[in-house]
């Protein structure tokens, strides 16, 4: 599959570059775990710290002696106070309370059901929960459900791979990236790791040279940039009112 995934990719100058220059492909997977335990550690660690979150997560299974995990209806049944002493915001809290109860609902559907599910019924799916995005979805079909066809086109790393190996000068919006990436389909998973590895690369210096440089907005379209001088004037401005 990653010979074939490598012909198809390399029809791409850059991605071809790109695909010499990085280590080989491996997507390390994630721990096999339930749909409902994935989710509640995603929420865990949104907007943490990855240390931080841990803690979090570990004072929260804690709470629950008589399991490995907590389960939905556990934690539907835990007052707000307890959660919060293990160290969840209100939100956080909201959003785990939500996550249980669709879990007992079958919105979101236990693993066995997950693997019949195409990627958009996933995250479809998944996205019903409060404070579960369409990022946090995509990454549990990367790296936990090994599905070979996602290109997270709102994440920062890839964006900002793209940007590097493909020579912008600004990030190109994700409508753009999403766009761009249909030519690498059906192995847009392996293209989202490539451009992972674009930005290592532009840290150790060996970046490939850019071949070209495609035409992808980099801005949502409508807004036009500046010129350098009004630029500076507006930023002068901006000083003033401060």
Known sequence: MIRTAHRILKADPVMAALIEA???FRLEPRADRAPFEALVRAIAHQQLHGAAA???LARFIELFADTSFPLPQQVLDAPDAQLRSAGFSYA???AL???ASKTLAGVVPAAIELATLTDSQIIERLTAVRGIGRWTVEMLLLFQLQRPDVLPADDFGVR?????????AELPTPRALT???ERWKPHRSMAAWYLW???ELSRQDRLPGRLRVPRVP???AGKRARPPAKRAAAMRKRRRLQ
């Open 92 to 94: 956080k809290i909201a």
């Open 160 to 168: 900002n791979g793209f940007r590097l190996a493909y020579g912008l």
């Open 218 to 220: 980099t801005r949502p």
């Open 22 to 24: 990085a280590l080989p």
């Open 179 to 181: 766009e761009f990436g």
């Open 97 to 99: 309370k939500d996550l």
């Open 197 to 199: 590895r674009a930005v």
């Open 54 to 56: 841990e803690c979090i």
